[in-house]
């Protein structure tokens, strides 16, 4: 098989992002999903995660015991994908019915993270991420060594990205968002 490259090439060019895009994407994306593997079978695992631009490389954290935890140290290959859906674009024929979407997937080898201060940089960084109102250790007390015995902070390494996303004009006729519509 070929290299990470060969799994990140994007078919429609008009619809590809530049690495600037993929970063604030994923400075912003709500969660992301990881796939890991155990044997021939694949496993998703939907998560909070966040970007480290000066590792370049995803944090999340989890349990220290379960089948991701597992399937990390077993077979460290790793593809990660964050998106997010926009308006639903309706057409007279439902072969062009079509969607506005932004997405980013990455692959690379995932780590359990061994290193103290740098589980707790991944901890933090997640904190300032999805709780950027609150002060660390004024409104929450920072991951201690005790909360890393249980804990287990993941990093991925990224080898190979792309983004890619699509947007259409506002007046498109008919676009809607999905919660709009269904209950």
Known sequence: MGTTEDY????RKDRATDDAWIKAFLARAEFGTMATVQGDQPFLVTRNFVYDADKHAIYMHGAKKGRTFENVNEAPKICFSASEAGRLLPDERAMEFSTEFSGVVAFGRVHVVESVDEAKHGLLLLCKKYYPHLTPD???ETATDTDLKVTAVLRIDIESWSGK??????????????KDVVV
């Open 8 to 11: 990140t090439k994007i078919r």
């Open 138 to 140: 004024v409104d929450y």
């Open 165 to 178: 996303a699509k947007k259409v004009a506002d007046d498109f006729p008919g676009a809607f968002y999905f």
